[in-house]
């Protein structure tokens, strides 16, 4: 390969980053994504504009609504909800009913909470990789909801119970088992809440590792850093992530000549 098919090649590499709301994610910088194909969930689109929303209840998708996120940006409810609301603000014509779209029937996992719904559209993508931020599925000590938006409009409180989460925990497995043929899958978590919360996805998902791994926010970080050398730099570097071969080259103009293959 010469260097210009490695650039092609790495650069054509479909990534898609799912974010949910967890409380793990709060220390990363969403703006890192802004040039990736981002998948997000219910109130996310009060901090972060990305490719494609999935909001679930009526209340956090009537504030959607009533917000400019729509003027510019798409976003998917459940169909009776999208009805509801449109029909309560009289909108048969406008952008803002034009970007609410319903969720697809082929969306299995559609009466799930709104991240598995945003990782099940992105999952029939068939990208090459999907990363996936915030997906805790868990609570803290005393069952505490765990939620960057607890305590504001649509969510609970931060002294209320948690969900248990079982149905959506084994729901999150078996969408990835189906769907391992042409995406890998990176599930990121902080160094410290992988020793805090060995659960049911440590448990589970990691028995079939098969294009599965648990990264890091630092290694995720790299990884996007990588991309974003590629495109603005002729250094030569390799820079594989810790384990999960997470693998970038840049190349130096120079190194045309050389016939590097990886």
Request: aromatic share 12%.
């Amino acid at each position: 390969w010469t260097v210009t098919e490695l650039q092609r090649k790495i650069l054509l590499v479909k990534n898609i980053f799912v974010i949910g709301n967890g409380e793990s994610r709060k220390n990363f910088d969403l703006s890192l994504l802004d040039k990736h194909t981002t998948y997000g969930c219910n109130a996310i689109f009060r901090d972060y504009k990305g490719s494609v929303l999935g909001c679930k209840d009526l209340d956090i998708t009537e504030e959607l609504y009533l917000s400019d996120y729509l003027n510019t940006n798409v976003a998917y409810t459940f169909p009776d909800v999208r009805t509801f609301i449109l029909n309560k603000y009289n909108d048969e014509t406008s952008v803002k009913n034009k970007n609410l779209l319903p969720i697809p029937n082929t969306n299995t996992h559609i009466h799930y909470y709104a991240g598995l719904q945003a990782l099940t559209l992105a999952v029939k993508e068939k990208p090459d990789n999907i990363f996936i931020l915030g997906f805790d599925m868990t609570n803290y000590k005393n069952n505490q909801f765990n939620n960057m938006y607890k305590d504001t409009n649509a969510y609970k409180t931060s002294t209320q119970e948690g969900p248990a989460y079982v149905k959506e925990r084994k729901a999150f497995i078996s969408l990835i088992d189906k769907n391992r043929q042409y995406t890998h899958y990176y599930y990121v978590l902080p160094e410290d809440y992988q020793r805090k919360h060995k659960g049911p996805l440590a448990e589970s998902i990691l028995t079939n590792k098969e294009k599965y791994s648990v990264i890091t926010y630092n290694e995720l970080g790299e990884y996007i850093w990588a991309k974003k050398m590629m495109l603005n730099s002729w250094d030569r570097q390799i820079i594989s992530i810790g384990h999960n071969n997470i693998i970038c080259l840049l190349y130096t103009s120079d190194a045309a000549d050389e016939g590097l293959g990886v």
